[in-house]
């Protein structure tokens, strides 16, 4: 007979307690990461592109008996990807719905999300609002869909993509909340850009709000409590306390939308108001660049099969042997630039990240006229890439429309719509997608049960396809169209000066929007390579006269709208100086801008005053 099971013996009075204790444990330090760190301050990243077949060696495709699951990788992370932006916004939008505090949208979030839509060695159970929402989600997610295979890759793979996705989701609200609160104040209060400008000066302004006798002041006062600021006063740009007034914004033109089209007006169609989501998403089906560090490549290895030294138990001493022994890293390594340790590919281009070292800073130059052959006064423009004119008045130009020819990108998109079309089942999944682009989260989860249903299906028609092999050849294409364009602009033998427009269509805090005609920035980069660019602020350049300093005002033309009725209307690129010396002339926008560029960069090479047709004074 089984006697009864007793309890463990009173612990005797005399002995001590250990006291409890607050001391937090010490925090695990990597080597690796302490050492990056210290090679930050003296070194500087730069990253070097070729394909991934001229980067890895024969063994790197072949290992003894065991091939490199690259392609596995890579669809299993785009997979990943797809679905942790979806679960992230269907967080969101419950935690919205439920007027709920938004959790900081950083690279933890991301990592869990990831974490809970890949299929794992090891189950991990999804707790918090995180785990009511990945209910939601499943809920609404195809049954017949496997989940990505996040074997390996959890740590190294998905730690990466963690971090982008928290950079695209903190840039995408940053830099986007100033245009859609300006947009939002236009139709909300009936009034035009200049006056919403004016409001939005004073709702976003760090200092404190002067009450000026306007109608407006009430406005500005209300929505001043409502902005998120830092310390100093100014606009934050925290991804989470963005969110609700995004939300806000959101909503209204959803709203909008749904009533204009309901109202029957025969003399004008409502033309519906373009939406967003409310965190990014990826971006269509194709395979995205992932970055593969000394932990990326320890799973890719295990993935495959290959029996090498655990974390923490040997791998740390011999990791630069595979890398080594995997790819030609000492082909692109030279005396100043060493292999960083990571990698960014698609699975057919990548890039070398490398380090090199830092440029000490030495003094400032001072230039003058004497010490160039040839001036130029570069305007990027907003329909042509861009429009430079020399001392002698000779003019080069660059469209929009010639630069994407050149460098096989329309190519490339006709391509794409001749393989779409050849497949039933893939134009049909396209065509009949319902929008992501959504303010509810019914309709968020419409989208997530149709698209999911047919993931697999356009994931796997986007990595058979060539479609990375046009993309490489475009940016290939693209590099060839710089070079040549730096040629035209740079003779050789010629000391050469560019005064190049700082604006280039990406003023966030100004009245302009929209994005450039095209790679502005990168031609800038590539020009300074051949000559030398001297930043020229543009402000009022395309609105005054080169000839007599006389602001210029629009020319209007007649035009068939959309609803085939004939309006007047402002002709962007044609402007009309109405000074009498000038006898009625009418210039080109940006024939006149990269003219007055040009007289603004002789004037800062002989060291003269900014004139004042090109100053705020001319204002007053």
Same mark, same amino acid.
């Given at each position: 007979?089984?006697?009864r099971?007793? $309890?463990p013996?009173?612990?005797?009075?005399?002995?001590?307690?250990?006291p409890?204790?607050?001391?937090?444990?010490?925090?695990?330090?990597?080597?690796d990461?302490a050492?990056?760190?210290?090679?930050?301050?003296?070194?500087?990243?730069?990253?070097?592109?070729?394909?991934?077949?001229?980067f890895?060696k024969?063994?790197?495709?072949?290992?003894?008996?065991?091939?490199?699951?690259?392609?596995?990788?890579?669809?299993?992370?785009?997979k990943?990807?797809?679905?942790?932006?979806?679960?992230?916004?269907?967080?969101?939008?419950?935690?919205?719905?439920?007027?709920k505090?938004?959790?900081?949208?950083?690279?933890?979030?991301?990592?869990?999300c990831?974490?809970?839509?890949?299929?794992?060695?090891?189950?991990?159970?999804v707790?918090g609002?995180?785990?009511?929402?990945?209910?939601?989600?499943?809920?609404?997610?195809?049954?017949?869909?496997?989940?990505?295979?996040?074997?390996?890759?959890?740590?190294?793979w998905?730690?990466?993509?963690?971090?982008?996705?928290a950079?695209?989701t903190?840039?995408?609200?940053?830099?986007?909340?100033?245009?859609?609160?300006?947009?939002?104040?236009?139709?909300?209060?009936?009034?035009?850009?200049?006056?919403?400008?004016t409001?939005l000066?004073?709702?976003?302004?760090?200092?404190?709000?002067?009450?000026?006798?306007?109608?407006?002041?009430?406005?500005?006062?209300?929505?001043?409590?409502?902005?998120?600021?830092?310390?100093n006063?100014?606009?934050?740009?925290?991804?989470?306390? $963005?969110?609700p007034?995004?939300?806000?914004?959101?909503?209204?033109?959803?709203?909008?939308n749904l009533?204009?089209?309901?109202?029957?007006?025969e003399?004008?169609?409502?033309?519906?108001?373009?939406?967003?989501s409310i965190?990014?998403?990826?971006?269509g089906?194709e395979?995205?660049?992932?970055?593969?560090?000394?932990?990326?490549l320890?799973?890719?290895?295990?993935r495959a099969?290959?029996?090498?030294?655990?974390?923490?138990g040997g791998?740390?001493?011999?990791?630069n042997?595979?890398?080594?022994k995997?790819?030609?890293?000492?082909?692109?390594?030279?005396?100043?630039?060493?292999f960083?340790?990571?990698i960014?590919?698609?699975?057919?281009?990548?890039?070398?990240?490398?380090?090199?070292?830092?440029?000490e800073?030495?003094?400032?130059?001072?230039?003058?006229?004497?010490?160039?052959?040839?001036?130029?006064g570069?305007?990027?423009?907003?329909?042509?890439?861009?429009?430079?004119?020399?001392?002698?008045?000779?003019t080069?130009?660059?469209?929009?429309?010639?630069?994407?020819?050149?460098?096989?990108?329309?190519?490339?998109?006709?391509k794409?719509?001749?393989?779409?079309?050849?497949?039933?089942r893939? $134009?049909?999944?396209?065509?009949?997608m319902?929008?992501?682009?959504?303010?509810?989260?019914?309709?968020?989860?419409?989208?997530?049960a149709?698209?999911?249903?047919?993931?697999?299906?356009?994931?796997?028609?986007a990595?058979?396809?060539p479609?990375?092999?046009?993309?490489l050849?475009?940016f290939?294409?693209?590099?060839?169209? $710089?070079?040549?364009?730096?040629?035209?602009?740079?003779?050789?033998?010629?000391?050469?000066?560019?005064?190049?427009?700082?604006?280039?269509?990406?003023d966030?805090?100004?009245?302009?929007?929209?994005?450039?005609?095209?790679?502005?920035k990168?031609?800038?980069?590539?020009?300074?390579?051949?000559?030398?660019?001297?930043?020229?602020?543009?402000?009022?350049?395309?609105?005054?006269?080169?000839?007599?300093?006389?602001?210029?005002?629009?020319?209007?033309?007649?035009?068939?709208?959309?609803d085939?009725?004939?309006?007047?209307?402002?002709?962007?690129?044609?402007?009309?100086c109405?000074?009498n010396?000038?006898h009625?002339?009418?210039?080109?926008?940006?024939?006149?801008?990269?003219?007055?560029?040009?007289?603004?960069?002789?004037?800062?090479?002989?060291?003269?005053?900014?004139?004042?047709?090109?100053?705020?004074?001319?204002?007053?």
């Amino acid at each position: 007979m089984r006697g009864r099971k007793r $309890l463990p013996p009173d612990k005797p009075s005399y002995e001590d307690e250990t006291p409890p204790t607050n001391e937090e444990k010490p925090r695990v330090k990597r080597p690796d990461r302490a050492q990056r760190i210290i090679d930050n301050k003296t070194t500087d990243y730069v990253a070097v592109k070729t394909t991934l077949n001229a980067f890895r060696k024969r063994g790197g495709r072949f290992l003894p008996g065991r091939a490199l699951v690259w392609e596995e990788v890579l669809t299993n992370m785009n997979k990943g990807i797809l679905e942790a932006y979806l679960l992230a916004n269907v967080h969101v939008l419950r935690l919205l719905k439920e007027e709920k505090e938004i959790p900081k949208s950083d690279a933890n979030l991301f990592r869990s999300c990831l974490s809970a839509v890949m299929k794992l060695i090891i189950d991990r159970k999804v707790k918090g609002e995180l785990g009511e929402s990945l209910k939601v989600y499943n809920a609404s997610r195809c049954v017949r869909s496997p989940q990505a295979n996040g074997a390996y890759i959890n740590q190294g793979w998905c730690h990466n993509a963690a971090n982008q996705m928290a950079t695209m989701t903190k840039n995408a609200l940053s830099m986007n909340f100033y245009r859609r609160f300006h947009k939002f104040l236009k139709r909300t209060y009936m009034i035009d850009g200049r006056k919403a400008y004016t409001l939005l000066q004073g709702i976003l302004s760090h200092e404190a709000y002067v009450p000026r006798g306007t109608p407006f002041d009430a406005i500005v006062q209300e929505w001043r409590e409502k902005i998120p600021r830092k310390a100093n006063g100014k606009l934050t740009d925290d991804a989470h306390r $963005l969110v609700p007034l995004t939300y806000t914004f959101l909503k209204d033109i959803e709203e909008r939308n749904l009533y204009g089209g309901q109202v029957n007006d025969e003399r004008e169609q409502y033309r519906e108001i373009r939406v967003f989501s409310i965190l990014p998403t990826k971006k269509g089906f194709e395979c995205s660049h992932m970055k593969m560090c000394q932990l990326g490549l320890w799973g890719l290895l295990k993935r495959a099969g290959y029996t090498i030294p655990n974390r923490g138990g040997g791998w740390e001493e011999v990791r630069n042997q595979y890398w080594d022994k995997l790819f030609n890293i000492k082909k692109f390594e030279t005396a100043n630039r060493k292999f960083a340790g990571e990698i960014v590919t698609d699975g057919k281009a990548v890039s070398i990240i490398m380090r090199k070292p830092k440029r000490e800073a030495g003094p400032v130059k001072t230039y003058s006229e004497d010490d160039f052959d040839v001036v130029w006064g570069l305007d990027p423009g907003r329909r042509d890439m861009f429009v430079a004119t020399n001392q002698w008045e000779e003019t080069v130009s660059c469209s929009s429309k010639e630069f994407y020819e050149e460098d096989r990108y329309t190519k490339a998109k006709q391509k794409i719509r001749g393989w779409q079309d050849c497949n039933p089942r893939v $134009l049909e999944a396209i065509r009949n997608m319902p929008t992501k682009k959504t303010a509810s989260l019914e309709k968020l989860k419409v989208y997530i049960a149709f698209m999911t249903q047919r993931m697999d299906l356009l994931l796997g028609f986007a990595q058979l396809k060539p479609f990375r092999r046009l993309r490489l050849r475009s940016f290939i294409f693209m590099k060839k169209k $710089l070079r040549q364009l730096c040629e035209q602009l740079v003779p050789r033998g010629k000391r050469v000066v560019v005064g190049f427009g700082d604006w280039s269509n990406q003023d966030v805090g100004g009245i302009i929007k929209k994005s450039p005609a095209g790679p502005v920035k990168i031609f800038e980069r590539e020009l300074a390579r051949y000559c030398t660019v001297i930043p020229i602020a543009e402000y009022r350049t395309s609105k005054v006269h080169f000839d007599c300093e006389h602001e210029l005002k629009h020319q209007y033309s007649q035009r068939l709208c959309r609803d085939g009725e004939i309006r007047t209307q402002k002709v962007h690129t044609v402007l009309h100086c109405l000074n009498n010396g000038c006898h009625g002339m009418t210039m080109n926008r940006d024939v006149n801008a990269s003219r007055n560029m040009l007289r603004l960069l002789q004037c800062k090479l002989r060291n003269e005053d900014r004139p004042v047709a090109y100053t705020r004074q001319a204002r007053t």
